[in-house]
């Protein structure tokens, strides 16, 4: 029990370190550790998207025969919709958009509004291969469900810290105010995820849907946000770097885990 607690809280605490910097950072992250980190988060849940979850839920759908893909694609089309469905109203997760988030403060509401609704869907994610992991026949192991866990909470660093530099900035917000806010945006991840395992049981025949839609959302954000923002600029070839290494741990880390 302790280990699917510490694995829930592992992305809050991604997002607690980002937003740490408020302590010690007085500008934006460097853009090369950015792009690094980025790659390999992106990396890691590309890898957890496709062992962890895609291939556990096609499985758990086996005596459907040939048509067992239909649950996977019917997760995967979802969470899609359902993602572009939310980047129409509210703005782009971008590390560069602090800049902008600084000269508008209502722009910052905005964006901190969407670090939070995009942090739903991840926790969803972390309760659905927890989920599965409960689940003996689910075929997802430990180290596949941490490995998933730890790339969110490297995504969120980056997050955490858009929220609470603009903020530390300010005059009138105070730097553990503008850490608070920070930590806030990723309270729902751990919410999400316990709510998740907490219908484990009602939901095992819908199992492989909440694992599919949780790797469309790993991919649309890895998509969406990860690999353009690591493609920008000169150094973008530190990103590619970071995503092999992080789809090589991954991948050792669920395969060699058996």
């Known amino acids: ?144 469900a941490f490995a998933l866990s730890f790339g969110i909470a490297i995504q969120n660093f980056p997050e955490g810290a858009i929220i609470s530099l603009p903020l530390a900035g300010e005059r009138r917000t105070g730097r553990w105010c503008a850490f608070g806010m920070g930590v806030a945006s990723g309270v729902v991840e751990p919410i999400a995820g316990a709510l998740m395992i907490l219908l484990s049981h009602d939901i095992l025949p819908l199992l492989p849907c909440f694992l599919s839609f949780a790797a469309g959302a790993m991919l649309y954000v890895v998509v969406e946000e990860l690999i353009p923002e690591t493609a920008q600029g000169q150094s973008g070839k530190l990103g590619t770097i970071g995503f092999a290494l992080g789809f090589m741990v991954m991948m050792v880390l669920d395969v060699a885990s058996g």
């Not at 694995?7 to 460097?30: D, H, I, M």
């Not at 239909?70 to 109203?89: E, K, Q």
């Not at 988030?101 to 509004?113: F, I, V």
């Open 1 to 144: 029990m302790g280990e699917i607690l510490a694995g829930l809280l592992l992305p809050l605490l991604g997002t607690s370190l980002g937003a740490a910097c408020a302590f010690f950072v007085r500008k934006e992250l460097n853009r090369n550790l950015q792009k690094a980190l980025l790659g390999f988060a992106a990396g890691v849940m590309v890898a957890s998207s496709v062992w962890s979850l895609l291939i556990p839920a096609i499985e758990l759908s086996e005596d459907m025969g040939r048509l067992a893909f239909l649950p996977a694609i019917g997760g995967l089309a979802l969470s899609f919709l359902l993602l572009l469905a939310l980047d129409r109203y509210f703005p782009q997760l971008y590390p560069g958009d602090v800049r902008e988030a600084e000269a508008d403060r209502k722009r910052m509401n905005l964006l901190m509004l969407a670090v939070t609704l995009h942090n739903i869907p991840e926790g969803m994610a972390v309760g659905a291969v927890f989920s599965g992991l409960l689940a003996a026949r689910a075929g997802i192991t430990l180290a596949g």
